[in-house]
């Protein structure tokens, strides 16, 4: 359809969508779903409806043994036109937006990336179900290493508040792949951002099993890392804003997301508060 037919028809949680997807590449169904919506059915019938309206794509991906993943979105090529425009930049060719489906459809690192966006799409879900609590910022890598002059590049960034308390953090998100003294490693670049004038964001290590966090603390502890560094497993279902936080040299308390230690600093060119 012509993007001039289509407009009319976008509800304010449409653009919503447009604007995640422009910044994050790609969401499941699941994800959509948990962010936007109050049941599957309903969000299934909407992005079905965008599809056939050409603002958004999607595919599926086949794993062995695990049979096919749900349906990933993408931005079709007038829901990527009409971002675009709608930020006063060149409209893509519908070539770039196949193009851009194709590598997101094929990537390694396709799995990372949907694990760094569940984590940003379950607070959001939270934001929907609980009125005291907002993601009020959810910046991909790219974005986040542009914004805080390519000192760092965490897997994301965010703004979280809750009971009258805003955090910032950085995101590592950790499938196991890189080694504990690779991680220990990465925190030498948060370091010089706080102390180039950057802020104090704690750095959160998304883990996948308790006996990694043990491990990696055990590499942490004894050391100033001159950053705050808090851990957290996908072990035992719990979710990120809950009390699940780790922070080195805190013990075994482990606190919710909105009461990690955090210097939001000064605003200033390595600091876009």
């Not at 794509?57 to 709608?86: C, E, I, M, N, Q």
């Not at 770039?96 to 990537?107: F, G, H, I, K, Y």
Request: glycine share 10%; with cysteine; charged share 25%.
């Amino acid at each position: 359809m012509d993007l001039t037919a289509v407009t009319p028809m976008l509800t304010d949680r449409d653009i919503a969508i447009i604007e995640l997807l422009g910044e994050h590449g790609v969401l499941t169904s699941p994800q959509i779903t948990a962010a936007f919506f109050g049941s599957g059915h309903t969000a299934l019938h909407r992005l079905r409806l965008l599809r056939i309206w050409g603002v958004l794509d999607k595919f599926v991906r086949y794993r062995p043994g695990f049979g096919s993943h749900p349906y990933h979105w993408t931005l079709g090529p007038v829901g990527a036109r009409w971002l675009a425009l709608s930020h006063d930049e060149p409209a893509p060719s519908l070539r770039s937006v196949r193009e851009r489906r194709d590598r997101l459809a094929s990537s390694p690192k396709l799995e990372h990336l949907l694990g760094t966006n569940q984590f940003f799409a379950d607070l959001l879900a939270n934001s929907r179900a609980d009125g005291g609590s907002h993601l009020v910022r959810w910046w991909s890598e790219r974005t986040t290493a542009n914004r805080f002059g390519r000192r760092v590049n965490p897997d994301g960034h965010g703004l979280w508040t809750a009971q009258d308390r805003l955090v910032g953090f950085f995101l590592e998100h950790d499938t196991g792949t890189e080694s504990l003294d690779r991680l220990v490693a990465k925190l030498d670049r948060y370091r010089r951002l706080r102390a180039e004038g950057g802020p104090g964001f704690p750095v959160l290590f998304w883990l996948g099993s308790r006996t990694r966090e043990q491990n990696l603390h055990r590499r942490l502890n004894g050391k100033d890392h001159g950053t705050v560094v808090a851990t957290a497993t996908r072990e035992g279902g719990l979710a990120a804003w809950q009390q699940v936080w780790k922070v080195q040299g805190n013990g075994r308390h482990r606190l919710p997301l909105h009461e990690l230690p955090c210097d939001l600093g000064t605003p200033g060119p390595l600091n876009p508060i």
